[in-house]
């Protein structure tokens, strides 16, 4: 069973709008949240991430919300660019022994029209 | 220059030929991984080292094996590959000591490995 979901495979917004990337979870023993961004052609780059001590993290144009009783979280970003088009893998940590490893969502690719 | 490098960056082969994909990392990391990124199905760990004398199964590791040469190079082997190991490998690092970015992991540019 997956443990990481990403249920849009992909996302379509205009320049200048909010993109609103979601991501549910199953297990209540990640702590530890991180979205990554991946252009074609290159290895996945890190973007932002949240602990689950916290609701929101802001960086920039990006912000990562955590809603813990739902297993939850999204990425906003706002306002959309067209080089923010990529593909974006939500990924969880913390789990018992294998402590550090990051367990993957199958990501969403996301489009930014000019 | 790259952090994380990964050769080759392109590779065709065929059926039950072995073959070994290699990274290197200058960031001075204990911990390495390899993935590979299938259509669809996100980034999947194959093996993930701790450091140099540890080694472990990630969730798809059978058909592959590893080698951790030194704290800067880790390598993946397929001993007869097959077409549905056919997929982009990515190797990666992290650092969980001292780091303000817990379990951030850095990756390579990736392999695009295509089994005939």
């Known amino acids: 069973d997956q443990q990481v979901k990403q249920n849009s495979p992909s996302l379509s917004v205009q320049e200048g709008r909010i993109s609103i990337l979601n991501c549910d979870y199953t297990?209540?023993?990640?702590?530890?949240f991180l979205w990554y961004k991946k252009y074609p052609a290159e290895g996945p780059t890190f973007l932002i991430s949240?602990?689950?001590?916290?609701d929101k993290n802001e960086d920039g144009r990006f912000t990562v919300f955590l809603n813990k009783s739902a297993k939850h979280l999204s990425l906003h970003i706002v306002p959309s660019q067209p080089g923010d088009s990529a593909v974006y893998f939500c990924?969880?940590?913390?789990?018992?022994?294998?402590?550090?490893?990051?367990?993957f969502g199958k990501g969403t690719k996301l489009s930014v029209k000019p | 220059d790259a952090d994380v490098t990964q050769t080759p960056r392109n590779r065709i082969t065929k059926t039950g030929k072995r073959i070994m994909l290699e990274c290197s990392q200058t960031?001075?990391?204990?911990?390495m991984y390899w993935y590979r990124q299938d259509p669809g199905l996100g980034l999947r760990l194959i093996y993930y080292?701790?450091?140099?004398?540890?080694?472990n199964k990630g969730e798809i590791s059978d058909g592959y094996s590893v080698s951790r040469q030194a704290q800067a190079k880790f390598s993946l082997s397929l001993e007869s590959a097959i077409p549905n190991q056919t997929a982009l490998y990515f190797c990666?690092?992290?650092?969980?000591?001292?780091?303000?970015?817990?379990?951030?992991?850095?990756f390579g540019p990736g392999t695009r490995l295509t089994v005939l």
């Open positions: 990666a690092t992290s650092d969980l000591k001292g780091s303000g970015r817990y379990n951030e992991q850095f």
């Open positions: 297990n209540s023993m990640f702590d530890y």
């Open positions: 949240i602990s689950s001590i916290k």
């Open positions: 990924a969880a940590s913390g789990v018992g022994g294998s402590q550090g490893n990051l367990i």
């Open positions: 960031k001075g990391h204990d911990r």
């Open positions: 080292s701790f450091d140099v004398k540890d080694i």
